[in-house]
């Protein structure tokens, strides 16, 4: 992906927004790029002003949104995002960590799936009082494209197997030609990595009883952001991971929280903003930098540092700042 540089100096969009978990976020953000020391600026974008969101992640071609969508029309602006930056990847990092609400310990899962960039929206009528229709158009050159770009990022996170998630016995045309070109696409990387075709319901079994078992998964739209929220859930919850909707020339970084639309929590959790920087950095091609502040990150939680929802009596700010506080990057 190109580089959007002026002056050696990577500008990336900051969308915040106008509540209170928004605004925490922005400054977890800020914080943590400037004690990072790395040649990073962001752009404030306020959330009201449509077209300069758009024209800031354009030009800049990465962005951090940290605020919490809930109302249609933020949502729609979401969408429009995806659609118009075609951001047809959405990647869920998640992980568990040791007394943080881990079910299953060694949880350490990628989700790598079509990104939903609005194809149910509006494509629904009824033909006849009382009967809907709902359509979802979908291209075997979009299946391809994206089968392409999730092996390449499977392969480049160091991942060793893939799991398929499909429903092809219901959806015979649509997923078996996803299975179709995962077959193709996959000889080029049977030398570094194993893939398995499962059942939608049988993952689901398995990711609630046998985490562990699962690398990598691959699944479409349809199911990515529900097999994404039951992953969260067995590794200790939304607010501890990151995720991304990407495409060739350009990257949206945000809190698995915040993809989510996870409202039940008044702020944003300081542990899913640090792992969505170091998505960013690495992103950026800051790996060192990336490593060092998941180390950080590591060291707070193993010294009890914790907020309230995790049992602790921290609060989020001060995360951070333990973190920001030790952090050397070595760029």
């Known amino acids: 992906m190109p580089e959007s540089k002026y002056g050696g100096i990577n500008t990336v969009t900051l969308l915040t927004g106008s509540t209170l978990i928004g ?50 029309e933020a949502k729609q602006k979401s969408l429009k995002i995806c659609n118009d930056l ?24 990628h989700v790598i799936a079509k990104n939903n960039k609005g194809v149910y929206s509006d494509l629904e009528y009824s033909p006849v009082n009382g009967v809907f229709e709902a359509i979802s158009v979908g291209t075997c050159k979009s299946n391809v494209k994206y089968l392409k770009a999730a092996f390449a990022l499977a392969v480049k996170s ?9 429903k092809a016995k219901e959806w015979p045309v649509s997923e078996g030609s996803m299975l179709d070109g995962a077959c193709k696409i996959h000889k080029d990387y049977k030398d570094v990595l194993e893939l398995e075709y499962m059942e939608l319901e049988d993952c689901i079994s398995e990711l609630v009883t046998n985490p562990q078992r699962f690398d990598c998964i691959f699944t ?8 994404a929220t039951i992953c969260s859930g067995v590794a200790g919850g939304a607010t501890l991971a990151s995720a991304a909707e990407m495409g060739d020339h350009h990257a949206v970084f945000k809190p698995l929280q915040t993809k989510l639309s996870v409202t039940n929590y008044p702020l944003l959790s300081p542990y899913g903003i640090v ?24 060291r707070t939680m193993d010294e009890g540092i914790k907020t309230k929802e995790f049992g602790g009596t921290d609060n989020g700010g001060y995360v951070i700042c333990n973190i920001v506080n030790r952090l050397r990057c070595v760029r």
């Open 220 to 227: 479409s739209d349809r199911y990515a952001t529900f097999l």
């Open 275 to 298: 792992n969505t920087i170091v998505d960013l950095f690495i992103h950026l091609g800051y790996e060192k930098c990336a490593e060092a502040l998941t180390c950080e990150m590591k």
């Open 86 to 109: 075609d951001l047809y990847l959405f990647r869920a990092r998640i992980q568990s960590y040791p007394g943080f609400n881990c079910r299953f310990p060694n949880v350490n899962i």
């Open 158 to 166: 160091k991942r060793k197997k893939v799991t398929l998630v499909h």
């Open 23 to 72: 605004q925490a976020g922005g400054r977890y953000v800020k914080a943590m790029l400037t004690g990072s020391m790395v040649p990073v600026e962001v752009q404030d974008i306020d959330p009201k002003e449509k077209e300069d969101y758009f024209n800031s992640v354009l030009r800049n071609r990465a962005a951090v949104h940290v605020d919490i969508v809930v109302d249609q």
